[in-house]
Each structure stands twice: as structure tokens, then as C-alpha cells.
């Protein structure tokens, strides 16, 4: 579980790069706030499992 997790993290990471190449302001705000919603629910994940 701990692997998936951390893949799970390099997705958001390499989401992140892509999304700050969009030209639209607002869509990037709106992924950014996304990734950064997942990047908690993983942090959560992580305290759970540990």
C-alpha cells in the first residue's frame, strides 16, 4: 500500500508540471486545488496506515 501511495504522489507531482504549462488561469487554480485536496487525502492515508 505504502508503494501505491507513493506512486500515487509522483502522479500529482507530474499532473502538477503539465498544469502549469495550461494557458487558462483559472483551470490551473482549479487543478491546483485538486492536487493539493489529493496530496492531503494522502497524507491521511499515510497517518492511517502508520
Known amino acids: ?6 506512486n500515487a504522489e509522483a502522479a500529482l507531482d507530474e499532473v ?3 498544469t502549469r504549462k495550461l494557458h487558462s488561469r483559472e483551470l490551473r487554480e482549479t487543478i ?9 487525502q494522502i497524507k491521511a492515508l499515510h497517518r492511517m496506515m502508520n
Open 1 to 6: 500500500m505504502n508503494a501505491t501511495l507513493t
Open 32 to 40: 491546483e486545488k485538486y492536487i493539493e485536496e489529493q496530496r492531503e
Open 16 to 18: 502538477q508540471r503539465d
